[in-house]
């Protein structure tokens, strides 16, 4: 990707973008700083206040602070204002722990101490990550990502972590590695799934899947925090994909173990229906799902209640075609 700064789409037109005075200006800020190299490893993230309030509940299922994290430049201006944490990490899905909003709380039975991640498959230098690997052992950056959920709702989230690219370094896949599967935590005792009926048969555990091309891209990240304190258990402690140009349902949770493989892996959604949930799953406003359109977007915690948030429309690839576009041509 050439270094070039071109407005980004939500960008234009100006108005469509939300106001919000201390989001700009803490952009700006930041962008100084960083630009006179001030910004590595230094920003106090957590004590930004960026999370806004929270209330004791939640508190309790927030992760510890991380420190040495430096924000990427070009990953500070999502368009929209960051949504506040208390509406982020409450309204959540991890079907795992059910199929309801009270996941945030469900998931907190998730065991995160100890983890290893595995790395296998088509790769010169397989791996296994330690808990402490995952925050050690890459530079962890901040990067404010829109977020487009299958389900037309949408938020914007200050993520810390590192670059698919940079794992992608350490274990260096073979010239045969073409795709890469990533799978979740499973186990039955502990993440049973839905109480529905229907859900007895549900092919755990979450898998998910990205083309190694697509793993590459610029954009493809590993979050293993979010408003500066690593992530809470509801988003997939300790660690879980992010990939802002597709459906939320691509960035599966809690990682246990990533392959890299010469042919396309079965993923949950789509062995589930797959007429619903395609493999690629590029945020598109002209594909509508077989249910519903996804020419829109509901803005998270914009409104008193999920049936009066704001409604914007919604951009090819989120908005992050710039980045993308060239993958599927
Ligand atoms: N990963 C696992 N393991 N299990 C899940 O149910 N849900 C996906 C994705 N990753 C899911 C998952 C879906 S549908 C979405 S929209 C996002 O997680 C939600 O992420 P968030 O709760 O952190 O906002």
């Known amino acids: ?39 590595a490893s230094v920003l106090p993230l957590g004590a930004c206040g960026r999370s806004g309030d929270v209330d004791p509940a939640l508190r309790k299922t927030l992760g ?27 309204y959540n899905n991890f079907y795992e722990f059910g199929g309801t909003k009270n996941i945030w709380q469900n998931a907190q039975k998730l065991p995160t101490d100890p983890w ?14 330690d808990l402490d690997d995952l925050t050690k052992h890459f530079p962890l950056e901040e990067r404010i990502y829109r977020f487009r959920c299958v389900e037309a709702w949408a938020m914007v989230v200050p993520w810390v972590g ?15 590695a073409k795709f890469v599967r990533f799978t979740s935590f499973y186990d039955p005792q502990i993440t049973p799934g839905p109480a529905w009926e229907f859900a007895l048969n549900l092919p755990w555990p979450y898998v998910e899947g990205l083309t190694l091309a697509e793993m590459a ?15 809470p258990k509801q988003h997939g402690a300790p660690i879980r994909m992010v ?32 007429n619903e949930y395609g493999f690629e799953a590029n945020v598109n406003p002209e594909v509508p799902h077989p249910r519903w359109s996804q020419a829109t977007e509901r803005i998270v915690g ?24 060239d993958l599927y041509s």
């Open 1 to 39: 990707m050439p270094f070039i700064h071109l407005p980004k789409p939500w960008q234009l037109p100006e108005s469509a973008v939300t106001p919000e005075a201390a989001f700009w200006n803490r952009r700006k800020f930041l962008k100084t700083l960083v630009g006179a190299g001030i910004g």
């Open 64 to 90: 510890r602070p991380l420190g040495g994290v430096t924000p990427n430049p070009d990953f500070q201006d999502a368009g929209r204002p960051i949504t506040k944490q208390v509406h982020a990490s409450r």
């Open 116 to 129: 290893t991640l595995e790395v296998s498959g088509l790769v010169k230098n397989p791996r296994q990550y």
């Open 162 to 176: 590192f670059p698919m690219r940079s794992l992608i370094e350490d274990v260096e896949p073979t010239s045969a």
């Open 217 to 231: 891209n610029e954009l493809a990240f590993f979050a293993v925090g979010l408003y500066g304190r690593t992530l």
């Open 243 to 274: 990939v802002p140009w597709k459906y939320g349902f691509k960035g599966a949770k809690s990682i246990v173990k990533i392959e890299f493989l010469a042919e396309q892996p079965a993923t949950y959604w789509n062995v589930i229906s797959p």
């Open 302 to 325: 914009s409104g008193t209640n999920p049936f009066n948030w704001e409604r914007q429309p919604t951009l090819i690839y989120n908005g992050y075609g710039e980045y993308v576009a």
